[in-house]
């Protein structure tokens, strides 16, 4: 991000503000497609990062795969991101709350009603978009997989 876009960040002049979060452990056909849709529909793409500490309450002692550093410099390397910012909490709600996206993007494996920040958001005239999801890529799958086919 360069110095004028961060000055644009903090006027709140940024343009039209998408917001998606995740885990993004291990980056799979699945996360890139939701990024892509995120970003076409965007002038700024803002991904919300679970911390290491927020992953191990949320998917077990064993996850995450990568650091959050790894994971934040992975993500950062794609072009559809604009800006990486890592939470602890358990959910989005208080990021959400700063950024004040135009739109939420979630995965199709989530229903309206169940994604964070969806009543803020379209209380400020925002939308939530669902993205189908890419069928047979899930980063628990793939460790899974991973797993049972090492030997012992």
């Avoid at 994971?71 to 709600?93: C, K």
């Avoid at 969806?118 to 189908?132: F, S």
Wanted: glycine content about 10%; aromatic content about 4%.
């Amino acid at each position: 991000m360069t110095r004028a876009d961060a000055v644009a960040w903090r006027t709140g002049a940024p343009g039209r503000v998408v917001f998606t979060n995740g885990v993004f452990d291990l980056l799979h056909p699945g996360h890139i497609k939701v990024l892509a849709q995120a970003r076409a529909a965007c002038d700024r793409l803002v991904v919300g990062l679970n911390s290491d500490a927020s992953v191990k309450r949320l998917k077990g002692e064993d996850r995450p795969i990568q650091s959050e550093r790894a994971r934040a410099e992975v993500l950062s390397g794609l072009e559809a991101v604009d800006l990486i910012v890592i939470f602890g909490q358990d959910t989005p709600l208080e990021l959400i709350k700063q950024v004040k996206p135009t739109v939420l993007v979630k995965g199709g494996d989530y229903k309206p009603d169940q994604v964070v920040g969806r009543e803020l958001v379209e209380q400020l005239g925002g939308k939530v978009v669902l993205v189908d999801l890419v069928q047979g890529f899930s980063t628990t799958r793939i460790v899974e997989k991973s797993r049972k086919s090492k030997p012992r």
